[in-house]
């Protein structure tokens, strides 16, 4: 089993920035990418970015591109978003995602507890 733990969401006025971490802890050794989802309310959950496990490849929803980034800390078993130029719209609870295929499925194999962003206009 892998265990997911997520970290910094909160509250931001629209513009604003914000960092998401998620630690990674168990069998780390069968992971091969990691990533985040979304779900607002009365929405269905949608993929919002993905890393490969070694950080070679990423790959981003076409909402979030150029104002994302996703990134990997391998020592610290850690995978960071970070959100710039938010928008109200990207209010949503985030998921930390894990899967063994470096492609990450559109439902993953592992899932964290989420956390709320909140973006105000």
């Known amino acids: 089993q892998v265990q997911l733990v997520e970290s910094g969401g909160g509250v931001v006025q629209a513009g604003g920035s914000l960092r998401l971490s998620c630690a990674a802890s168990?069998?780390?050794?069968?992971?091969?990418?990691m990533g985040w989802f979304r779900q607002a309310p009365g929405k269905e959950r949608e993929f919002v970015a993905r890393?490969?496990?070694?950080?070679?490849?990423?790959s981003y929803a076409d909402s979030v591109k150029g104002r994302f980034t996703i990134s990997r800390d391998a020592a610290k078993n850690t995978v960071y978003v970070q959100m710039n130029s938010l928008k109200p719209e990207d209010t949503a609870v985030y998921y930390c995602?894990?899967?063994?295929?470096?492609?990450?499925?559109?439902?993953?194999?592992?899932w964290g507890q989420g956390t709320q962003v909140t973006v105000s206009s």
């Open positions: 995602v894990a899967d063994p295929s470096r492609v990450l499925p559109t439902q993953p194999s592992y």
């Open positions: 168990g069998r780390t050794f069968s992971i091969d990418a």
């Open positions: 890393i490969s496990w070694n950080g070679g490849s990423t």
